[in-house]
């Protein structure tokens, strides 16, 4: 018999862990939980181990004298808590997910690094929690991290006035040396405390990476205000060292744009980024804004641009988020829109497929879209998700509730290059996020806040499996649901043995009232 774990609280302690029914086999994805300490496999900080072990549903196991006999679908289980700082008065405020970034140590992923949207890094042991580490970096938050290949150094990347780029002792958290951005991009004085997105006005180091070469890939971005009302963008490009020097930069001088979310393909030598604008003026005529930009590594040599028309007549231009890859073997790159198209190109900037997958269509006399905020190449085909119903901002009353749901709304869609349909996945989650497993199949659902009712049971993430029969449907490729209390911001961290790292925040119910914490939870 399996039963769901009951959270355990340690009040005072800087983690907590969840205690694990007594005489009972716990099965979850590849591997069985059994609940004494004693014998082969990986000791828990609920009690118990954690031992590998393959096993269908309805298969009888025996497991140094337990027997059970496997569920359909794998248990989720609660590691640890990490609590991460009160964020009350941004989620009273209406606020956001608060900006969270985690990354596995390399080869074991025995720790944790994780930058909090309050500025601080911490480095937590990756089987107990237990905060080895912890650092005050920036008034603002921390908007990457990343490790060295062998683990010594861990690195940094600010949101803060200065948007500094740091290079840390993984050990000790002191600084080895740290680049100032916002001497290439400018800088902005720090928003009054009642801006509660004033951040994201802020210079950034954004979308930190390190290369197979050891050094490390990064974008300078800063898009804000001046005094006088005057918008502006400043991003470039940065190809940095691991001593900390600028070895390339693209293009030569801070662009009049927004360049964001790099995707590195270490194999074909290729990063692609999202290119967007707010600033005033005319646009840069060389600059695919409503695009993505490919170029060549190690130089950071242009290789090709997409740009798209804006979708009339409710949009009126073009935006790219997170939704983009680049894959050199397979000749493809993959956009996903706000809008809800989908396309994939071939590098010459060839089209190879379109996808309405969530574009504008008429409910009653409004119209409703999706967007498509993430997506990447994987194979020979593509996976993308498509966000709860929205109203399209270009429409005559963007604020108002939509009438009706979109049919494709929350789904996970896997498609081929050439855009032919092979299977698609739909939840009652409000998809926050999707991430590829360091195995390099299990693609994690996260399940975020959801704006159009009052469920709260359907916060967390959930685990798909892209490996298995080509024929497998979305919902035969559910391995495990993986409930948090609170909803989950959109990045997540899944290691090649299984642990899932998410990082929950609280949220606010009719009447006012918060519930949840801000906090890591590392899953099972």
């Not at 580490?133 to 062998?150: H, I, P």
């Not at 680049?179 to 991009?185: E, G, K, N, P, Q």
């Not at 996976?383 to 939509?402: C, E, H, K, M, Q």
Request: hydrophobic share 40%; proline share 7%.
């Amino acid at each position: 018999m399996v039963r769901p774990l009951l959270p355990l609280i340690l009040a005072g302690c800087a983690s907590e862990s969840s205690p694990l029914p007594l005489g009972e086999l716990v099965f979850v994805r590849d591997a069985v939980i059994h609940p004494s300490a004693e014998g082969e496999g990986q000791a828990l900080p609920g009690g118990g181990r954690l031992v590998s072990q393959d096993w269908a549903p309805g298969e009888t196991i025996t497991l140094d004298g337990l027997e059970g006999t496997a569920p359909r679908e794998a248990e989720c289980v609660s590691l640890f808590h990490v609590e991460l700082g009160d964020v009350s008065r941004l989620i009273a405020m209406g606020g956001a997910a608060p900006n969270t970034a985690m990354a596995w140590s390399p080869g074991a992923s025995d720790r944790l690094a994780v930058g909090t949207h309050r500025g601080e890094l911490l480095v937590v042991d990756g089987w107990t929690g237990e905060v080895q580490r912890r650092r005050q970096l920036a008034e603002t938050m921390v908007k990457g991290v990343a490790w060295s290949g062998d683990g010594s150094v861990l690195y940094a990347a600010e949101q803060s006035p200065d948007a500094t780029l740091r290079a840390l002792d993984a050990d000790t958290l002191e600084d080895r040396w740290s680049l100032r951005l916002a001497d290439l991009v400018e800088t902005s004085a720090p928003p009054p405390a009642e801006d509660i997105y004033g951040v994201y006005t802020l210079p950034a180091a954004y979308g930190l990476q390190v290369l197979p070469s050891s050094e490390l890939l990064v974008t300078a971005l800063h898009s804000w205000t001046l005094q006088d009302g005057t918008k502006r963008n400043l991003s470039q490009v940065l190809r940095v060292s691991p001593a900390g020097e600028i070895v390339a930069r693209w293009p030569e001088t801070p662009a009049d744009a927004t360049f964001a979310h790099p995707v590195v393909d270490p194999d074909g030598g290729l990063v692609i980024f999202s290119v967007n604008r707010s600033a005033d003026g005319p646009k840069p005529e060389d600059l695919p804004i409503g695009g993505v930009q490919v170029l060549r590594l190690p130089e950071l040599s242009p290789v090709t641009q997409v740009m798209t028309e804006a979708l009339p007549p409710h949009f009126q231009q073009a935006f790219v988020w997170e939704a983009l890859d680049v894959d050199s073997a397979q000749d493809a790159v993959f956009l996903g829109f706000g809008d809800g198209r989908v396309r994939v190109m071939d590098l010459a900037g060839e089209e190879r497929a379109h996808v309405d997958a969530g574009t504008p269509v008429v409910a009653g006399d409004v119209p409703i879209h999706l967007s498509v905020g993430w997506g990447m190449v994987h194979g020979d085909g593509i996976v993308f998700n498509t966000s709860n119903t929205l109203i399209p901002w270009g429409a005559a009353s963007p604020d108002l509730r939509p009438p009706s749901t979109h049919p494709n709304e929350n789904s996970v869609f896997a498609k081929g290059l050439d855009g032919t349909a092979r299977w698609s996945w739909t939840g009652p989650q409000h998809i926050q996020g999707l991430s590829l497993g360091a195995d390099g199949r299990s693609l994690v659902v996260g399940g975020g806040d959801r704006q159009s009712d009052t469920r709260r049971d359907v916060y967390g993430a959930v685990v798909l499996d892209l490996g298995g029969a080509a024929d497998a449907s979305g919902s035969e490729r559910q391995r495990a649901v993986c409930p948090t209390e609170g909803p989950v911001f959109f990045r997540h961290e899944m290691t090649v043995d299984g642990r899932l790292a998410l990082a929950e925040h609280p949220f606010q119910d009719a009447e006012g009232s918060q519930h949840g914490a801000y906090r890591l939870t590392v899953m099972r």
